[in-house]
């Protein structure tokens, strides 16, 4: 059995395992200091004496190996065993060789060659590329060739209003760049430095995003009517700030099953399921003369998003958000995995703070939520229709 002081190759393999996996992006800039050194155990007179068999079982396994690297022996003269010939250490001269052991040759050929292309035709790569080992080791020569494509072409148009379907890269395909967003983005941003790592794709890029649709429904027939018949429309929110409709009141909801159920409401129109992305309200400026009554699940994440909104629909009012609805529905209460966890929403009225810091401390249950789809419609519907029709 072998004996835990004498470093045999198997051990010293698992040990250039893990020093690859934590150094291979460092040494691939040039770091560490080679070659480098790995003792292999090599015991004293009296662990000899005492281990005799192992440590003669080690000496051959040593001598029969031909692995990479140099085996460094050195020479013992022991008094009651005479003189000994022993492996000391292995020492390695550069990264290719401890590639070489973990069979990783190709990889950190395919690595190596790929930096320095990179490297040589944008130097403030340097120091930055290596973060991309894998990418550099296992994309496809053609995946690779078109990364440089894409990279090159954005480099010299960063400001082209194009789809990504319109730009002029051979092999570059809507689902091929989507799908390395975030390496693109990583990168560009390094090449051209200067740029806050909160700028996104399309703001770094200068392609054209994608339209963000708006959900509504138009709750009433004399507003259908003047929008030629439609009850409900999705359209770019660009396109919905410029509607002019008979509104006389707009509700939010953040559930889509929710929003479809909502029936006749005189003057009316409902939005739905935009979850946190309320802050596109904010380009609607006819909602600014409107009443608008959000309902949202009756959690601390549905307060989260309730004060998001009160950013640019400051006279949001909330419905069935209250403590009333909350016990009266305590058998269809769930649970929120990730609780907003006490963040401060400052815009929230003094009878929602109480509710939500409620919610946020457990007074009720552990992590409380109501959702809103949970409500009985019929429960629901009353409410709405109050409202509706205490303005009439």
């Keep these: 059995m072998a004996k835990p002081f004498l470093i045999n190759p198997d051990t010293i393999k698992q040990r250039l395992q893990q020093r690859y996996?934590?150094?291979?992006?460092?040494?691939?800039?040039?770091?560490?200091?080679?070659?480098?050194?790995?003792?292999?155990?090599?015991?004293?007179?009296?662990?000899?004496?005492?281990?005799?068999?192992?440590?003669?079982?080690?000496?051959?396994?040593?001598?029969?190996?031909?692995?990479?690297?140099?085996?460094?022996?050195?020479?013992?003269r022991w008094s009651g065993l005479g003189m000994q010939r022993l492996p000391e250490r292995l020492m390695?001269?550069?990264?290719?060789?401890?590639a070489i052991w973990l069979g990783e040759t190709e990889r950190w050929r395919r690595a190596i060659k790929r930096r320095a292309l990179m490297v040589d035709r944008w130097p403030v790569l340097v120091g930055a590329v290596s973060k991309y080992f894998d990418v550099l080791a296992d994309y496809s020569e053609d995946d690779f060739q078109r990364l440089l494509a894409m990279l090159k072409w954005l480099e010299a148009h960063s400001d082209s209003k194009l789809y990504i379907r319109q730009l002029p890269v051979a092999g570059v395909d809507t689902k091929w760049l989507l799908a390395r967003k975030s390496l693109i983005t990583s990168l560009l941003r390094a090449i051209r430095a200067g740029y806050s790592d909160d700028v996104d794709f399309y703001d770094l890029t200068g392609i054209r995003r994608e339209p963000v649709l708006m959900r509504l429904r138009l709750l009433d027939a004399d507003m259908r009517r003047v929008a030629g018949g439609l009850r409900d429309?999705?359209?770019?929110?660009?396109?919905?700030?410029?509607?002019?409709?008979?509104?006389?009141?707009?509700?939010?909801?953040?559930?889509?099953?929710?929003?479809?159920?909502?029936?006749?409401?005189?003057?009316?129109?409902?939005?739905?399921r935009l979850g946190y992305a309320v802050d596109l309200f904010g380009e609607i400026p006819?909602?600014?003369?409107?009443?608008?009554?959000?309902?949202?699940?009756?959690?601390?994440?549905?307060?989260?998003?309730?004060?998001?909104?009160?950013?640019?629909?400051?006279?949001?009012?909330?419905?069935?958000?209250?403590?009333?609805?909350?016990?009266?529905?305590?058998?269809?209460?769930?649970?929120?995995?990730?609780?907003?966890?006490?963040?401060?929403?400052?815009?929230?009225?003094?009878?929602?703070?109480?509710?939500?810091?409620?919610?946020?401390?457990?007074?009720?249950?552990?992590?409380?939520?109501?959702?809103q789809e949970r409500i009985p419609w019929g429960y629901a519907w009353e409410r709405l229709c109050a409202v509706a029709n205490s303005q009439e």
């Design 21 to 76: 996996r934590t150094s291979h992006r460092r040494w691939l800039e040039g770091a560490d200091t080679w070659p480098l050194s790995f003792p292999l155990g090599a015991p004293t007179e009296r662990q000899a004496r005492d281990h005799l068999s192992a440590v003669q079982a080690w000496q051959a396994c040593w001598h029969a190996w031909r692995g990479e690297g140099e085996v460094i022996w050195v020479e013992r």
């Design 233 to 272: 429309i999705t359209a770019p929110i660009e396109d919905v700030a410029r509607l002019h409709l008979p509104l006389r009141r707009v509700y939010i909801v953040e559930n889509l099953q929710t929003g479809l159920a909502f029936g006749e409401l005189s003057g009316a129109a409902v939005f739905m």
């Design 92 to 98: 390695l001269r550069d990264p290719m060789q401890v």
């Design 286 to 371: 006819w909602l600014r003369q409107l009443p608008c009554y959000y309902w949202g699940d009756l959690d601390t994440h549905g307060f989260a998003i309730l004060n998001r909104l009160r950013h640019y629909v400051p006279h949001a009012q909330s419905l069935l958000m209250d403590e009333a609805t909350l016990l009266a529905h305590q058998d269809m209460w769930g649970h929120e995995k990730t609780p907003v966890n006490g963040a401060e929403l400052p815009l929230l009225t003094n009878e929602e703070q109480r509710l939500y810091w409620d919610l946020c401390n457990n007074r009720r249950g552990t992590r409380i939520r109501l959702e």
